[in-house]
């Protein structure tokens, strides 16, 4: 045997045999295609549709925001909330402060809502570390409750307006940009909503996101293994608080409006649902969380005024009955019956 014969022999075997698919390579594939698919109709909405629909979606990725938030602190850590409302007013009248009080440009208020709030949420969860299950809940529930009526002490009138509230002026879009308001800010907090979401998989992918995982699953072998579980529990509420404090924020500039009914125990309890709707631990079920607070309560007035509570808790059991870990379950088993195919 020649050894072109030999050459062309092993040639044609190597070509013969498939060539194997890396799963790691499979999954960011798919990803990337469920992004794209995604960002394209969510950028050409606000071109599609009326004003109010727009207020509506930007409503969602506000709603969105908020829910991610608490998805890390609940989904991810473990931690119960029935207080995320007072996070997302905190947010809410910082923004409205520094707009009408003091002038400053609504991007500006973004951070600074996220970073009061951090600071907030992470002094609660100091002396909350002491506490699990139902008594941490019931300590976040006190927090839903109080924190509206401090706004309307009389101390704080001049920078809350008390009950009256404060008006906003929605802002124009920037650079000349031919949009208008409601589809700037639209786009505007859809990009904040992309941003968080990214930051929300990195933090979950680091070091620190498989602690606040580890405290989750067994807080005994996490501490055994030299995780400060004080630290990072207290560092949970900061986080998943900034990230609703600059909903809060986003929400405030939207609908141009924040007085203490505002935010009363409801939201927290809206927000709870939209977590579990969406799935707890799966970070996108928190648009369809989102969408699930705004649109089933409209949905349940639509059918009936005086019996909206009743048709809205018939919903929610339910999508409870069919999607028992929500969203995010179907997918998981919708995912696992892929890779067993």
């Given at each position: 045997m020649t050894i072109e014969t030999s050459i062309a022999r092993q040639s044609s075997a190597t070509t013969s045999k498939p060539t194997a698919v890396n799963p790691a390579q499979r999954l960011n594939a798919g990803r990337l295609t469920i992004a794209v698919t995604f960002l394209g109709p969510a950028i050409a909405a606000p071109f599609l549709v009326g004003n109010f629909l727009i207020f509506q979606l930007t409503m969602v990725l506000v709603y969105a925001i908020a829910i991610l938030g608490l998805n890390i602190l609940?989904?991810?850590?473990?931690?119960?909330?029935?207080?995320?409302?007072?996070?997302?007013?905190?947010?809410?009248?910082?923004?409205?402060?520094?707009?009408?009080?003091w002038g400053v440009g609504y991007f500006w208020t973004l951070p600074a809502a996220g970073t009061i709030c951090f600071v907030v949420g992470f002094l609660f969860g100091l002396p909350a570390l002491r506490l699990e299950g139902v008594y941490l809940a019931l300590a976040t529930f006190a927090l839903a409750v109080v924190t509206?009526?401090?706004?309307?002490?009389?101390?704080?009138?001049?920078?809350?307006?008390?009950?009256?509230?404060?008006?906003?002026?929605?802002?124009?879009?920037?650079?000349?940009l031919p949009l208008d308001q409601d589809q700037w800010l639209y786009l505007f907090t859809l990009s904040i909503g992309i941003v968080a979401y990214v930051c929300a998989r990195n933090l979950i992918a680091s070091r620190g996101g498989r602690a606040l995982m580890a405290i989750r699953d067994n807080p005994t072998a996490a501490r055994s293994m030299g995780i400060n579980?004080?630290?990072?529990?207290?560092?949970?509420?900061?986080v998943s608080a900034l990230y609703t404090g600059v909903a809060g924020a986003l929400g405030a500039i939207v609908v141009q409006f924040v007085a203490p009914d505002s935010f009363t125990f409801s939201l927290s309890v809206?927000?709870?649902?939209?977590?579990?709707?969406?799935?707890?631990?799966?970070?996108?079920?928190?648009?369809?969380?989102?969408?699930?607070?705004?649109?089933?309560?409209n949905f349940a007035e639509a059918i009936s005024k005086g019996l909206s509570g009743a048709v809205y808790g018939l919903v929610l059991i339910?999508?409870?009955?069919?999607?028992?870990?929500?969203?995010?379950?179907?997918?998981?088993?919708?995912?696992?019956?892929?890779?067993?195919?």
């Open positions: 609940t989904g991810i850590n473990g931690q119960f909330s029935l207080g995320h409302g007072a996070f997302y007013a905190v947010g809410a009248y910082t923004a409205a402060i520094m707009m009408d009080r509206p009526q401090l706004f309307k002490l009389s101390p704080f009138e001049p920078w809350t307006a008390g009950v009256t509230g404060i008006t906003l002026t929605k802002p124009d879009a920037p650079f000349g579980t004080a630290v990072y529990k207290s560092l949970a509420f900061g809206a927000l709870l649902v939209g977590l579990v709707v969406g799935g707890v631990g799966w970070l996108p079920g928190a648009l369809f969380g989102g969408a699930f607070v705004l649109f089933v309560p339910l999508l409870m009955y069919v999607m028992p870990s929500g969203l995010g379950g179907i997918v998981r088993a919708a995912k696992a019956l892929a890779w067993r195919k």
